[in-house]
């Protein structure tokens, strides 16, 4: 089965140019816009979607209510390669959650060492990660981390670790094991609240940002799609496909074709190098009865898992040609996001506000939410224990600090069947007030013919 994202009304951000198309058609038809649009609408009801962690809203699940705004760093160091000597070691790990180089501290929630295990990793970002997941938050898992240091592999492993005869390989990567434990989590939940009548979907989608354009990963054949913005969907790709999924089986065809169909180019690091960044996500909805009062409750989380393209220090890795303008795309864009965590952090430290840049690129503009938003968020900082890396392994430690600095505002996302028939009767009472407007015609109107902005917001209070 398979959807696409939906075209709702919209509004082009990225582009530039604000094309206002929300959902106006309530309205009274305006002249040509302001350059600034100001919402004729009165001020919007408290937004359900948003609506705060409530205890009770979260079935018989007490452990997944504890809400957190920390994010998540672990530093994960994987073993030298065929290049590298004993000797060349200048990274050791301290305790369980530090790591030393140069005689340097740095100290996150936890640091794995070269023998460290794709079961830790799951362990300490993914089981968590589902269970947040079922409680109604969105959830975001970044691998950052210098060409060769592993983020791909900790993310989905090597690609014949995904072939069904090898899916219970240790090697698998945290996606698919994610979604695996996902799955059955789920049919758990549906059985044990089966009197609730709870029942999940799942929807995925796959997407590469290349050159700072925005290629689908399920169909490539879509290049170069567009970020929209609007407020019933908040930020979302438009024309991306989204598939349903019900199994293990159906997520890794589409892992497999999805990754078949990225980037990736040799450097002199790492023979295949992934030259985008990109974006797995999982729509998870659900829907229920209350136990007490009978009310429906409808949850909806979203899972991001980021394999970033790694940095690279051209003159290290031999870049030339195409490589070279790669590298040059992605650094800028890694450089985006630095700077944009760099402000987030000061935010969150100082409490001060300022302008945070996440229309600079359309990673950050499209993660937004993962970045200093409502999702729970995990970095996974990928390090190479090597002395040739040096100077960018103290860079991606320094990025690992400042990210845990970091406060996001994870909420549950739950709406009750009340909030959406309060939403049926405010349109109710829109169009009640759309059609008075109508036939009171001429007399509201100005000497253009259309209604003045005063008076249809005066008009449209309830
Ligand atoms: N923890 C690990 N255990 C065993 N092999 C690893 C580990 N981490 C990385 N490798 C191996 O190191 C090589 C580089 O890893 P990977 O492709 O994941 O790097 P990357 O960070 O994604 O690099 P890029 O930014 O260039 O895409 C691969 O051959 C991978 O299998
Ligand atoms: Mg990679």
Redesign the pocket.
């Known amino acids: 089965m398979e959807s696409h994202s939906r075209l709702e009304p919209s509004q082009t951000i990225y582009d530039g140019e604000l094309q206002s198309q929300m959902d106006l058609n309530l309205l009274p038809p305006s002249p040509a816009p302001p350059s600034k649009i100001k919402s004729p609408l009165p001020p919007r009801p408290p937004n359900p979607l948003k609506r705060k962690l409530a205890v009770d809203a979260l079935l018989d699940n007490p452990a997944s209510a504890v809400s957190d705004s920390g994010v998540k760093v672990i530093v994960?160091m994987?073993?030298l390669?065929n290049e590298e000597e004993e000797g060349d070691m200048i990274v050791q790990k301290v305790t369980g959650d530090s790591v030393s180089i140069n005689g340097q501290t740095f100290t996150f929630d936890s640091v794995g060492n070269t023998d460290?295990t794709q079961l830790d990793v799951f362990q300490l970002i993914g089981v968590p990660l589902v269970e947040n997941c079922l409680a109604g938050f969105n959830s975001s898992v970044f691998a950052y981390?210098?060409?060769?240091?592993?983020?791909?592999?900790?993310m989905w492993g090597?690609a014949n670790a995904l072939l069904e005869e090898n899916l219970s390989s240790d090697q698998q990567g945290l996606t698919p094991r994610v979604l695996e434990r996902l799955f059955s989590r789920i049919n758990e939940e549906q059985i044990k609240h089966a009197e609730q009548q709870l029942k999940y979907q799942c929807r995925c989608s796959f997407l590469e940002i290349y050159n700072e354009q925005i290629t689908d990963l399920l169909d490539p054949s879509q290049r170069n799609l567009q970020i929209r913005e609007d407020v019933k969907s908040g930020v979302y790709v438009e024309n991306l496909r989204e598939e349903y999924v019900c199994t293990m089986k159906d997520v890794t065809q589409l892992l497999i074709k999805g990754l078949s169909n990225r980037r990736t180019g040799a450097?002199s690091?790492?023979?295949?190098?992934?030259r985008s960044h990109s974006v797995f996500t999982c729509i998870v909805e659900s829907r229920c009865k209350g136990k007490a009062d009978g009310i429906s409750r409808f949850k909806t989380s979203r899972i991001n898992l980021v394999?970033l393209?790694?940095s690279e220090r051209q003159k290290l890795t031999g870049a030339a040609g195409e490589r070279l303008k790669e590298a040059g795309n992605i650094n800028r864009s890694l450089s985006q996001l630095g700077n944009l965590i760099n402000i987030l952090a000061e935010v969150s430290q100082t409490g001060k506000q300022r302008h945070i840049p996440y229309r600079d690129s359309r990673l950050t503009f499209l993660l937004q939410d993962s970045l200093g938003g409502n999702a729970k968020l995990a970095m996974i900082c990928?390090i190479s224990p090597s002395q040739s890396c040096k100077s960018e392994t103290f860079s991606t430690l320094r990025f690992a600090q400042r990210a845990k600095a970091i406060k996001n505002k994870a909420v549950v996302n739950e709406v009750m069947q009340d909030d959406v028939n309060h939403l049926r009767e405010v349109i109710r009472q829109l169009r009640d007030e759309l059609h008075r407007m109508k036939a009171n015609g001429n007399t509201q109107a100005d000497s253009t013919g259309d209604y003045s902005a005063s008076w249809a917001r005066r008009s449209l209070k309830y």
């Open positions: 994960r994987r073993p390669n460290s981390g210098q060409t060769g240091s592993g983020k791909t592999y900790t090597p450097t690091i790492n023979a295949e190098s992934s394999d393209a790694g990928a």
